[in-house]
């Protein structure tokens, strides 16, 4: 699978963004997606996660009620809703992709894009 994220940028706090991520190739083996982010010096998190059919969605709770993850299984694309930014929600936002094929568990990653946010 993969996967290619677009809408990072340099926003003010208070402000919105909306990142994508396309997924392409073995698209039908997902079972579930999520953003992820990392900042200077920080760890990976989990920033909030989707399954497959766009059922069931989990958030960090730093992001809870400003954040919103979406799926459009039609054209393969997932999306997060960034409102009410903050300086500490800075970092390299990556997708990644969960899939399995023949019995064996698979996760990919896109390139990452930047969210700086400024105070």
């Known amino acids: 699978v993969q996967l290619v994220e677009s809408g990072g940028g340099l926003v003010q706090a208070g402000g919105s963004l909306r990142l994508s991520c396309a997924a392409s190739g073995s698209t039908f083996s997902i079972y579930a997606m999520g953003w992820y982010r990392q900042a200077p010096g920080k760890q990976r998190e989990l920033v909030a996660a989707v399954t497959s059919g766009g059922g069931s969605t989990d958030y960090a709770d730093s992001v809870k009620g400003r954040f919103t993850i979406s799926r459009e299984n039609a054209n393969n694309t997932m999306y997060l809703q960034m409102n009410s930014l903050r300086p500490e929600d800075t970092a390299v936002y990556y997708c990644?992709?969960?899939?399995?094929?023949?019995?064996?568990?698979?996760?990919?990653w896109g390139q990452g894009t930047q969210v700086t946010v400024s105070s």
């Open positions: 990644n992709a969960r899939w399995r094929r023949l019995g064996f568990e698979y996760a990919d």
